[in-house]
């Protein structure tokens, strides 16, 4: 199965790294553009799914994009927009957006739009949401499953646990204390040996283990799992 | 009128969205996207200043 593709045309890089990366923690493949000729052009290319279409662009404007896509292939589209005066027009029978979004939003709520909106049009369906995505690692707590760049790895019960929490809690710091409560339940994780099991966690899914780019140390405080710069 | 009220939504919403990507633990909270905020937020601001003034309030 693969993941939906979603395009994100916005000409405010700030904005798009958010939704960006809001997508794929849900497992959407992003594609995004700045302006009207960069957007048809991906939409042509990349064949997305749905896309997210700001309304004000440099090039040409939003609804002309619209209507250039809508002329090539009928695909959902949701318009982001600023102007509150412009909804009617742009939902409405003139443009036949599936759906808009006023600025400023709520990046959650514009990723439940998205699904809602594939799951209405009957196109790709969302991807099971007991899958966890950071950079190339998918993280499968339900069937205990890893896969780094696509391929499996084997972890032990209790790397497969210090991921699965460190995965949950991704950009933030968990002390020790609070990941030994968390992993070891029955006590079989001790205190001295929870650097060793991170260091052998590190050893399958790191690419550069000495240099961790995903497990990080907190000095002083314990560990917290990124995204890689 | 129309145009001030749009383009200071435009930035707010970089500012909103990031927020809440740092409190959601999505994104890091760099030095780069904290600037970005910033940035968005003093264009707030500077939008703010442009409205036209309504009689002065009693």
Redesign the interface.
């Known amino acids: 199965m693969t993941a939906p593709t979603v395009l994100v045309v916005d000409d405010e890089p700030a904005l798009v790294d958010v939704l960006e990366q809001y997508l794929r923690d849900e497992g959407f493949t992003v594609v995004r553009a700045a302006d009207g000729p960069a957007a048809i052009d991906l939409f042509e290319r990349r064949r997305p799914d749905l896309v997210l279409l700001d309304i004000n662009l440099p090039g040409f404007s939003g609804t002309e994009v619209l209507r250039r896509m809508r002329s090539v292939r009928d695909v959902p589209i949701i318009m982001l927009t600023g102007r509150v005066d412009e909804i009617d027009r742009v939902v409405g029978l003139e443009l036949g957006a599936d759906d808009y979004v006023g600025k400023p939003f709520s990046p959650r709520e514009v990723v439940a739009r998205v699904k809602s909106v594939l799951r209405r049009t009957g196109r790709a369906a969302p991807p099971p949401s007991h899958e966890r995505y950071v950079g190339e690692i998918t993280i499968d707590s339900v069937a205990h499953e890893v896969r780094v760049a696509g391929k499996p790895v084997t972890l032990t019960p209790t790397q497969f646990k210090i991921l699965d929490v460190l995965s949950s809690h991704v950009g933030q710091t968990l002390t020790r204390d609070q990941l030994l409560e968390r992993v070891s339940a029955d006590g079989d994780v001790f205190d001295r040996t929870l650097d060793r099991h991170i260091a052998n966690l590190r050893a399958r899914i790191e690419p550069d283990p000495g240099n961790p780019r995903y497990i990080v140390t907190v000095f002083g405080v314990g560990y917290k799992m990124v995204y890689p710069a | 009128m129309?145009r001030l009220?749009?383009?200071?939504?435009?930035h707010?919403?970089?500012?909103?969205?990031?927020v809440?990507?740092?409190r959601?633990?999505?994104?890091?909270p760099t030095p780069a996207?904290l600037a970005?905020?910033l940035d968005?937020l003093q264009q707030v601001e500077t939008l703010l200043l442009q409205i036209p003034r309504g009689d002065p309030e009693h």
């Open positions: 129309s009220v749009h383009e200071i939504r435009n707010l919403a970089v500012a909103v969205a990031n809440e990507a740092f959601d633990g999505v994104l890091e996207r970005a905020v968005a």
